[in-house]
Nanobody, 111 residues
Framework: QVQLVESGGGLVQPRGSLRLSCQAS????????MGWYRQAPGKQRELVAT??????TYADSVEGRFTISRDNAKNTVFLQMNSLKPEDTAVYYC??????WGQGTQVTVSS
């Protein structure tokens, strides 16, 4: 049974930082894409970043501010978010291969 559990969301001021974590179980973690998506109120879910054995992909809106990484020994993928902006406010979802999804963690950027 595949399980993805996100953590690390919260309320942060503009220009602040947060680090999201996604603990995975029931999968061959190191072999496939892991990623982060987000969904703001009234908007469609959108790609934030993905990581595979071959490299990384970032949305233009987060390039240079966010960093995705993974710890294969701990079956965990991270999203380091720096220089946060109010428009980064959303529920952030972890995904495995774009097929399995976590429950989401809320990130709110506000003063």
């Amino acid at each position: 049974q595949v399980q993805l559990v996100e953590s690390g969301g919260g309320l942060v001021q503009p220009r602040g930082s947060l680090r999201l974590s996604c603990q995975a179980s029931g999968i061959i973690f190191s072999s496939y894409m892991m990623g982060w998506y987000r969904q703001a109120p009234g908007k469609q879910r959108e790609l934030v970043a993905t990581i595979t054995g071959g490299g990384y992909t970032y949305a233009d809106s987060v390039e240079g501010r966010f960093t995705i990484s993974r710890d294969n020994a701990k079956n965990t993928v991270f999203l380091q978010m720096n220089s946060l902006k109010p428009e980064d406010t959303a529920v952030y979802y972890c995904t495995y291969r774009g097929i399995f999804w976590g429950q989401g963690t809320q990130v709110t950027v506000s003063s």
